[in-house]
Nanobody
Framework: QVQLVESGGGLVQPGGSLRLSCAASGSISSDTSMGWYRQAPGKQRELVARITSDGSAYYVDFVRGRFTVSRDNAKNTVSLQMNSLKPEDTAVYYC??????????WGQGIQVTVSS
């Protein structure tokens, strides 16, 4: 069993920055893929970024160049640095730890609001 807890959300003005962190209880398996998703009211939950155990990162088009995902396996954490934030980035952000065919864990979600 893995528990994921997100932190670092809040209110920020357009063009500003926030850094989200996700802390996992216990150690994370070396083959675990960590991901960030978001869901706005009335919209489907969508992938934002993911990072594999070897540090390979993937970003969807609408955040590429603005967001950076990283992980620290020794500390069992994954982070999402969000720069140049836009109102369209407003959503609840979720952390995910996935081992395909083995396990799939989600955090409780944390609110990010981009508004002037």
């Amino acid at each position: 069993q893995v528990q994921l807890v997100e932190s670092g959300g809040g209110l920020v003005q357009p063009g500003g920055s926030l850094r989200l962190s996700c802390a996992a209880s216990g150690s994370i398996s070396s083959d675990t893929s960590m991901g960030w998703y978001r869901q706005a009211p009335g919209k489907q939950r969508e992938l934002v970024a993911r990072i594999t155990s070897d540090g390979s990162a993937y970003y969807v088009d609408f955040v590429r160049g603005r967001f950076t995902v990283s992980r620290d396996n020794a500390k069992n954490t994954v982070s999402l640095q969000m720069n140049s934030l836009k109102p369209e980035d407003t959503a609840v952000y979720y952390c995910r730890a996935r081992r395909i065919g083995i396990s799939d864990y989600w955090g409780q979600g944390i609110q990010v609001t981009v508004s002037s």
